[in-house]
């Protein structure tokens, strides 16, 4: 049977029999406002658009229609969940003549919580959230790692929706996720996709469905925001950092004359303020001599763990890049455990049980600047839905009236009303921040971190975003194979790869699938 005759979901519409109130959500949204009648590709189909658009609302009631839990996994997935929106009731849905294998629904925002379900699904009671995971669990992996094996997981002839699947991988990972999503496209899935990638975006032949005010529609790739803006981006970057800072960053001085002015700014921010090490909060951290290490065991067997040496802090913005497992989370939570923070997020009052930390932290010298921060946040992508939990639980507890929660926004605005609570003064680690944000939001992040900057405040972050890499001045340390090391922001594999690809993504959809982009 051909291929374009085995869609396991063909189309989803409104129920004209269901009385739907367009001023109230999720239907006062244009993209479902504007549904219509949405047709699905037999094999992949992407949902874009800026965040609050309508994708994960669009893609969660379409796995609630088919039977899998709004919060991700598979249909044997049974837990309490956040309560989801009225569309999947609305929703009327045309299914093709097969039923598929096997359905599965990754979705970024609460996978960390469905790999602590399936972690203990066999048992009685789910245990306390302390409880060690299983030497097989995903726990045990890096972020990116653990969502490349959730995909690797998948098996052909299935339906699969995927919620910003790419939230946690470089883009070497997110080139690697094409490449599976095309194996289980050649077996027969079919695969529905919400993302901020203009990588897996780039996959031949899919459909593309653009989310915004006007309501929803098809576009070409080349057409999308994600593409056109981050490939921009990435060609003129100094000149779009100089418009969205508001400032100029000398682009067209020769390499001398800018050595030169940055030493007299450099020299002019000493006189005003002390040295700039005097100004930050921590300005190192190093492996205790004293400390009882072995470094054939995790954490330290890590190369960017065991090679540590003294990390210096002697930027207002520090950077952690490299592929995923190479260290840089680890390093992330050892930071905030040392600097009084929780391992899974928040701030120094967030009290919860927790999944274990490495040890790391207690193996760490850290030195502390003269100056206190006046508040701390570890903002950590893979457990923020947790923590967002908790924030919402604990004012139900204390009697106090809670805000809106930030469960009613979609993943991203979630993201950035974090961002924007952060105030001045403050000591911040981010755990790829960029998760859930558009290139749009990134550079909105960009202008963010920026004003915290100039308000006196310290920021160490873990990233794959060649976008949020590219903020002036900073310092970024790569981790990889050969230990831990000072590069400059052309130099990292993310701009490097991501330009790449954007420039030449036809040649480069060749060779890593094998000439895909001809097939019909």
């Given at each position: ?88 009731d609305a929703l009327r849905l045309i299914k093709g003549f ?228 190479a260290g840089k989370s680890t390093l992330l939570e050892a ?141 970024i340390w790569v981790c990889d194979a050969s230990g831990i ?36």
């Open positions: 049977m051909a291929l374009s005759s085995r869609p396991f979901l063909r189309e989803i519409s409104l129920r004209p029999d269901v009385p739907i109130d367009f001023t109230n959500y999720p239907f006062n949204i244009p993209a479902i406002r504007e549904l219509g009648a949405l047709q699905f590709h037999p094999r992949v189909t992407f949902l874009v658009g800026e965040n609050g658009a309508g994708k994960s609302t669009l893609l969660e009631a379409i796995a609630v229609a088919m039977g899998l839990p709004a919060e991700g996994g598979s249909r044997n997935v049974n837990r309490p969940q956040q309560p989801v929106s009225a569309l999947a097969q039923q598929p294998r096997w359905s599965y629904f990754l979705r970024a925002e609460s996978a960390f919580d469905v790999i602590s379900y399936m972690d203990h699904i066999g048992a009685p009671v789910q245990p306390p959230a302390d409880t060690p995971p299983p030497e097989d669990s995903l726990h045990r992996r890096s972020h990116g790692q653990a969502f490349l094996q959730l995909l690797m997981d998948l098996k052909g002839d299935g339906f699969y929706l995927l919620d910003e699947p790419e939230a946690a991988l470089s883009p070497n990972r997110q080139l690697a996720a094409l490449d599976l999503i095309d194996q289980l496209v050649k077996s027969g899935a079919q695969l529905i996709i919400a993302t901020h990638s203009p990588i897996l975006l780039a996959y031949p032949d899919a459909l593309i469905y653009r989310c915004d005010e006007s309501g929803i529609a098809p576009c070409a790739y080349d057409d999308t925001e994600h593409y056109a803006v981050t490939r921009d981006f990435l060609r003129h970057h100094r000149r779009r950092l100089s418009q969205l800072l508001e400032r100029p960053l000398d682009t067209h001085r020769p390499d001398g004359a800018m050595a030169a002015l940055a030493a007299l700014e450099q020299l002019g921010r000493e006189l005003q303020g002390g040295p700039p090490s005097s100004r930050l909060f921590l300005r190192s951290i190093a492996l205790d001599p004293a400390a009882r290490i072995d470094f054939d065991r995790y954490p330290f067997a890590i190369p960017a763990v065991r090679s540590l040496g003294v990390l210096k802090f002697d930027s207002p913005v520090t950077f952690l890049v490299g592929e995923n497992g930071i905030a455990l040392a600097m009084g923070l929780p391992a899974e997020g928040g701030s120094q009052n967030a009290s919860r049980l927790q999944q274990a930390p490495s040890i790391l932290h207690s193996a760490l010298q850290i030195d502390r600047g003269h100056r206190r921060p006046g508040w701390s946040y570890f903002l950590r992508a893979e457990t923020a839905f947790d923590l967002i939990s908790y924030d919402d639980n604990t004012f139900i507890e204390s009697g106090w009236t809670p805000p809106p929660s930030l469960h009613t926004r979609s993943h991203g605005e979630g993201f950035m009303n974090l961002l924007q609570r952060l105030s001045k003064n403050g000591f911040y680690l981010l755990d790829e921040p960029e998760a859930a944000l558009s290139p749009n939001r990134q550079l909105a992040a960009l202008a963010i971190i920026d004003d915290l900057v100039q308000a006196g405040s310290q920021l160490i972050i873990a990233t794959h975003s060649p976008i949020l890499l590219a903020y002036p001045g900073a310092k090391s000072v590069t400059a922001y052309e130099d990292t594999e993310h701009v490097a790869v991501t330009r790449d690809f954007l420039n030449h993504y036809p040649r480069r959809l060749e060779q890593l699938l094998g000439g895909a982009e001809d097939t019909e």
